[in-house]
T-cell receptor, first 116, second 111 residues
Framework: DSGVTQTPKHLITATGQRVTLRCSPR?????VYWYQQSLDQGLQFLIQ???????AKGNILERFSAQQFPDLHSELNLSSLELGDSALYFC???????????????FGEGSRLTVL | GEDVEQSLFLSVREGDSSVINCTYT??????LYWYKQEPGAGLQLLTY?????DMKQDQRLTVLLNKKDKHLSLRIADTQTGDSAIYFC???????????FGKGTKLSVKP
């Protein structure tokens, strides 16, 4: 158990809909990262937050947005969903924004999104 | 651009050594990482190597780093069926906190 909690574990929805994925980082971790894992693209970095502020942005679509709340949990919002958005979405956390020392990210078990 | 390359599949027999290779692009990466993903689970850090090292050994795992060629490898000695998983190589982009992952190498261990 990494200590990172993601909900829901599975989600099935239709094209055009909007969903919210939730992540609770490890206790004490201030940085949250979102990744998308699909068969053809592998593991793609979406966005990072540190202590409530956006820190780095990757290949995140404009239809997607995220935020980190004062209690440090984070939500990833996916809207106007398309078939190609079906993927496993991972949240990870670390203590510092730059992963000092070993640089380990702690991953949740992921939220599997299926868009029909 | 940022691109970490790995072969997608590797199949070995139980007891043999497995070698998973990776090439990365960002020479400024302070650390390079190997993560393991078991079926239905998230990624877990397996090992890492500091960029000023050539080799790191940790029990059955040996990591080799060739900075000149930007090549990283992971050797698993005496591979067991429990080692069957997807192995991801990752680098650190310049001045960023996130990791850039390869697409992962699926290791299958046959008894």
């Amino acid at each position: 158990d990494s200590g990172v909690t993601q909900t829901p574990k599975h989600l099935i929805t239709a094209t055009g809909q909007r969903v919210t994925l939730r992540c609770s980082p490890r206790s004490g971790d201030l940085s949250v990262y979102w990744y998308q894992q699909s068969l053809d693209q592998g593991l793609q970095f979406l966005i990072q937050y540190y202590n409530g502020e956006e820190r780095a942005k990757g290949n995140i679509l404009e239809r997607f947005s995220a935020q980190q709340f004062p209690d440090l949990h984070s939500e990833l919002n996916l809207s106007s969903l398309e078939l190609g958005d079906s993927a496993l979405y991972f949240c990870a956390s670390s203590v510092t924004p730059d992963r000092a020392n070993t640089g380990e990210l702690f991953f949740g078990e992921g939220s599997r999104l299926t868009v029909l | 651009g940022e691109d970490v390359e790995q072969s997608l599949f590797l199949s070995v027999r139980e007891g043999d050594s497995s070698v998973i290779n990776c090439t990365y692009t960002d020479s400024s990466s302070t650390y390079l990482y190997w993560y393991k993903q078991e079926p239905g689970a998230g990624l877990q850090l397996l090992t890492y190597i500091f960029s000023n090292m050539d080799m790191k050994q940790d029990q059955r795992l040996t990591v080799l780093l060739n900075k000149k060629d930007k090549h990283l490898s992971l050797r698993i000695a005496d591979t067991q069926t429990g080692d069957s998983a997807i192995y991801f190589c990752a680098e650190t982009p310049r001045s960023q906190g996130n990791l850039i992952f390869g697409k992962g190498t699926k290791l299958s261990v046959k008894p």
